[in-house]
């Protein structure tokens, strides 16, 4: 099975400051690489997938970055609506499989 | 605009069988190359991917549950289902469908929906 690790745990930023947040594959997943967002009491919204592909209607704020078994998810200037936990998900074709990060919550500094 | 609605039971017993369908609306089940899973979120926990089924009917399993998940698919009703057996509290969480292109992640998600595992 295929392991993603995040990282920090929590991170703590200001309101219009860039957050960079980290994600790792135990073994290369090429790009099939995807962020989510998920606020208390909603499902997980798709921002970014194949690594660096923004979803329909994703601000410009948020890009991703990275292949193999390092990413990064940048959000510049943040808004208060971007505090929220976050996931990466790996989605391997061959052998199909699907995992997880454990998430990073990012809080108001 | 494509939604998932999932329903069923909200408390089932220990050792029972889980079962949930997902409704697609706002286009067909069967069209497109999509796959459709299921997801859960034990409360105050990350997510868990649980299987999915594409729209051929082949389906794929996370190898920890692969002895006690089938999904299903019903093109008539626009519907796919969860069946999870000899359940136990580790079972208990929110439960997720949602829709994934090859190559695209997760793009439409239902609400989801509490199952509690109790006697």
């Known amino acids: 099975e295929i392991v993603m690790t995040q990282s920090p745990a929590t991170l703590s930023v200001s309101p219009g400051e860039r957050a960079t947040l980290s994600c790792r594959a135990s073994q290369s997943v090429s790009s099939n690489l995807a962020w989510y967002q998920q606020k208390p009491g909603q499902a997980p919204r798709l921002l970014i997938y194949?690594?660096?592909t923004r979803a329909t209607g994703i601000p410009a704020r948020f890009s991703g970055s990275g292949s193999g078994t390092e990413f990064t998810l940048t959000i510049s200037s943040l808004q208060s609506e971007d505090f929220a936990v976050y996931y990466c998900?790996?989605?391997?074709?061959?052998?199909?499989?699907?995992?997880f990060g454990q998430g990073t919550r990012l809080e108001i500094k | 605009q494509v939604q998932l609605q999932e329903s069923g039971p909200g408390l089932v017993k220990p050792s029972q069988t889980l079962s949930l369908t997902c409704t697609v609306s706002?286009?067909?089940?069967?069209?497109?190359?999509?796959?459709w899973s299921w997801i859960r979120q034990p409360a105050g926990k990350g997510l868990e991917w649980i299987g999915r089924?594409?729209?051929?009917?082949?389906?794929n399993y996370n190898p920890s549950l692969k002895s006690r998940v089938t999904i299903s698919v019903d093109t008539s009703k626009n519907q796919f289902s969860l069946k999870l057996s000899s359940v136990t509290a580790a079972d208990t969480a929110v439960y997720y469908c949602?829709?994934?292109?090859?190559?695209?992640?997760?793009?439409?998600w239902g609400q989801g929906t509490l199952v509690t595992v109790s006697s």
């Open positions: 089924i594409y729209t051929s009917g082949s389906t």
């Open positions: 706002g286009g067909s089940i069967s069209s497109g190359s999509y796959y």
């Open positions: 998900q790996q989605y391997n074709n061959w052998p199909p499989s699907i995992t």
């Open positions: 949602a829709r994934a292109g090859g190559v695209t992640g997760f793009d439409y």
């Open positions: 194949g690594a660096s």
